[in-house]
């Protein structure tokens, strides 16, 4: 098999990863008709079904998150997906697309990133619905000017080249408390995005490069303060937290669009239905 | 609630729901623009067709420089001028649709067809 998409789902006590990846899986089957297999430390509770592989995998260690349900309501749980960064071991396809289970497909852009001969390609700029916000952290990961970007989905070849930089992101992970220093993160928490924006600058030879280049089409995302409210087909229903008025919201929908819902609590809700 | 408030509160909810459904309109316009040929990624620009009709005046072939700075050879010139152009079309012509039915709107669930 030479194309697919892999995912990581690993359940936390709040959280169930893998009901959002089988909701993936049927929309990569359908938009990008490509297999799916998902990594997972709870292979039993995966139906096998939605799966082209279900790769086991032991518990891994993560951090602990606080996950917000709109603007009000949040709990702290435990992050377990730094799996990602196994992606080149794990994976069974030669050319990979890692997709977050939490994105929600709704056109056929990424099948685009299988047509070209880029050895690795990731989104630099994803794209907020709202129009009143900055997140001037997800441009640049430190003041030093060194790029973010968005560890949510990555299409990768088996290659020399990108066998060196997925060992150079476990490097930067068995040593991150030393990385997050030499990248001036403070003491922040272990994240994807982190790490995989330090290893490219690292694969760009320390400055702004294309080593990495873009994924096609536009990734949207909205934030765990807004709420999911309806998914019909490839129509999202979203509420958006109002700027500066805490707890109300704008009534927003996409059509065909791609959508990182940061949210889980509000997706888990409708895929439970 | 005293009445002129409460109606400048729905029509404010209306404008901002309005003016992020545009936004989101823009947004997938641009994504539509996108065209991948020759293993390359073109944004299709009024001046990307400009540029390449007037070079197949006296070339079949080409080399074009794609979003990601990678320099792409077109070999069939006319073939691409005909996808960029359709799509160009196609995508232009969706935007103006679905900013005609927008502007139809006249409620917050009207906006997002809830």
């Known amino acids: 098999m030479s194309n697919g998409v892999l995912c990581f789902a690993n359940n936390n006590s709040e959280i169930n990863y893998i009901l959002q990846a089988q909701e993936l899986a049927l929309r990569v089957k359908r938009y990008l008709d490509l297999p799916t297999s998902v990594v997972t430390s709870t292979p039993n509770k995966v139906d096998k079904t939605f799966f082209d592989k279900i790769i086991p995998v032991e518990t891994p260690t993560g951090n602990y998150k606080r996950y917000y349900d709109g603007a009000d309501t949040h709990v702290n749980v435990a992050f377990n997906n730094a799996g990602r960064i196994d992606s080149f071991d794990l994976t069974p396809y030669k050319q990979t697309l890692v997709l977050d289970t939490d994105v929600i497909l709704c056109n056929d852009d990424l099948k685009n990133s299988f047509d070209t001969n880029y050895p690795f390609q990731i989104y630099k700029d994803c794209t907020d619905l709202t129009t009143w916000r900055e997140h001037t952290e997800f441009d640049y990961i430190n003041d030093k000017g060194i790029s973010f970007y968005w560890a949510t989905a990555f299409c990768f070849n088996k290659t020399a080249e990108t066998k060196i930089f997925f060992q150079l992101l476990k490097t930067l992970r068995n040593n991150w408390s030393h990385f997050a220093k030499v990248f001036d993160l403070g003491s922040r928490n272990f994240r994807n995005d982190h790490i995989f924006s330090m290893a490219i600058h690292i694969m760009n030879g320390f400055m702004e490069g294309n080593w990495a280049k873009n994924l096609p089409g536009t990734l949207y995302y909205t934030l765990d303060r807004d709420l999911l409210h309806k998914i019909d087909d490839a129509k999202l229903i979203f509420l958006l937290q109002k700027e500066n008025i805490h707890g109300e919201y704008i009534l927003s929908s996409t059509k065909d669009m791609n959508v990182h819902v940061m949210n889980k609590f509000s997706l888990e809700r409708l895929l439970n239905v | ?114």
């Open chain 2, 1 to 114: 609630m005293d009445e002129a408030l409460k109606k400048a509160l729905e029509f404010s909810n209306f404008t901002a729901t309005l003016n992020t459904q545009k936004r989101i309109l823009h947004e997938k316009y641009l994504g539509d623009l996108v065209m991948y040929s020759d293993n390359g990624k073109f944004t299709i620009t009024k001046e990307l067709l400009n540029f390449v009709y007037m070079i197949s005046n006296n070339s079949s072939k080409t080399v074009l420089i794609d979003d990601n700075n990678t320099p792409i050879q077109i070999n069939d010139i006319d073939d691409f001028i005909t996808k960029a152009t359709q799509q160009y079309t196609d995508a232009t012509n969706k935007y103006l649709g679905d900013y005609k039915t927008l502007s139809t709107k006249r409620s917050v669930e009207g906006l997002v067809d809830v």
